[in-house]
């Protein structure tokens, strides 16, 4: 057993934290492109989003360390439910520290010196955007990261945000805004000041596609001077469902596998190993919704409906339609069904009692669905093929 190259797979592979490596980011590069060009404009901002589990988060964190080509101060910080205007602005300007000249008192010792101070201290309380907007004016270049704006629950705290964006913009101020979040944040943001949408790029983050995965796969292995054949590969891919967390960790998994037995090249039995243990190291609120969605005390088809759902086909912000569902449910259950023999399943999913798992938008006979936490997806693909509800092979991309 070589125990340096299962090291190199534990790091070569990240599936539990947000990578911040620019070697491993696969893809994006359409992304890094548009908010670099955000940055090099003054007033201008950008908010990134996306389906949570996209790598929206590791795009961030890369963007924060890299090197912009410019004096460039950068900041990067996260929102949590209990974020406030002024507590997010805090935390920013803690962060940031600038140096002041002060002079020792008239005599033998007498000289300047440094000191540093952090921006906090020039923060009135309450702070206002145009507060914001004042002492950013007389700063550098900053660029600062807000990653997890979907998590604040002050309404007053996004419209004071929006007023803020607006304030940099007109008056030019150069330092850029990148605010990470859902797609709701998008519309939440621009319902609160309409003008602020011609100062915010709204850039994209969608599922990753089959080669930027792949790329994944192939800079992790060689990284572990490890291959894969390309069964292998196909697997991994068809079961992440364009969500990196489960390339990364299929990938650790099954390359564990192989260097355990002294092997350098990963198969796709080492794949179908790997789901079981995937399976076994899901995050805990993966497996707790699974079973609030499924379970119950009477045989019912709930299983097999989430298993349906997860293999509808989206659109690109993760919803799909009743229709979307009728012919994968025809295939596990190897009879016919229609809408009307699961649209209660589809409901119930909708409702605490069962979560809720799916969130639901527009109106009767025209709803669509997508799973609120999008890693629940993969997870429940991988559970219909251990209880044999499928084959691998019905989910191949």
């Not at 890369?62 to 460039?72: A, C, D, N, T």
């Not at 993966?286 to 079973?291: D, N, P």
């Not at 999008?374 to 209880?387: A, D, E, H, S």
Request: net charge positive; glycine share 6%.
């Amino acid at each position: 057993m070589d125990q340096s190259r299962l090291l190199s797979l534990s790091t070569a592979f990240s599936p539990s934290a947000p990578i911040d490596q620019r070697s491993l980011l696969a893809g994006r590069v359409s992304q890094l492109l548009d908010v670099l060009n955000v940055v090099g404009q003054k007033g201008q901002h950008a908010i990134l989003f996306g389906e949570r589990g996209v790598g929206k988060t590791s795009l961030a964190r890369v963007i924060s360390r890299l090197s912009i080509g410019q004096p460039v101060t950068v900041v990067s910080v996260n929102c949590d439910p209990s974020t406030t205007f002024e507590s997010l602005w805090r935390k920013i300007t803690k962060e940031i520290s600038i140096n002041l000249a002060q002079r020792q008192a008239p005599g033998f010792l007498s000289e300047a010196r440094a000191q540093s101070a952090s921006l906090d201290e020039f923060l009135p309380s309450p702070i206002s955007p145009d507060d914001i907007r004042h002492l950013f004016g007389r700063l550098g270049k900053m660029l600062i990261v807000i990653d997890e704006m979907d998590r604040i629950k002050d309404k007053s705290t996004t419209s004071l945000m929006a007023d803020t964006i607006k304030a940099l913009s007109d008056h030019a101020v150069d330092t850029t805004l990148l605010l990470v979040g859902v797609a709701d944040s998008v519309d939440t943001l621009i319902s609160e000041h309409q003008s602020v949408e011609r100062a915010l790029m709204q850039i994209q983050m969608p599922r990753m596609s089959p080669n930027e995965l792949e790329e994944i796969i192939n800079n992790g292995f060689q990284e572990a001077k490890m291959t894969a054949t390309g069964d292998a590969r196909k697997k991994i891919v068809s079961l992440s469902q364009g969500l990196p967390h489960y390339t990364h960790l299929l990938s650790q998994t099954a390359g564990q596998r192989a260097a355990m037995t002294d092997r350098t090249e990963v198969t796709a039995q080492d794949v179908r190993t790997a789901i079981d243990a995937a399976l076994a190291k899901a995050q805990q609120s993966t497996i707790s919704a699974y079973h609030s969605a499924t379970s119950s005390s009477r045989e019912n088809l709930y299983p097999q409906v989430l298993l349906a759902c997860a293999m509808a086909k989206p659109d690109n912000l993760g919803y799909f339609a009743s229709i979307d569902v009728r012919r994968p449910l025809s295939r596990i259950m190897k009879k016919a069904y229609d809408i009307p023999a699961f649209a209660q399943h589809l409901k119930a999913f909708c409702d605490p009692t069962r979560g809720p798992v799916l969130q639901r938008t527009g109106s009767a006979r025209r709803y669509r669905f997508r799973f609120v936490n999008p890693l629940l997806q993969p997870y429940v693909l991988m559970n219909g093929i251990r209880k044999g509800l499928i084959k691998e092979t019905d989910i191949l991309a």
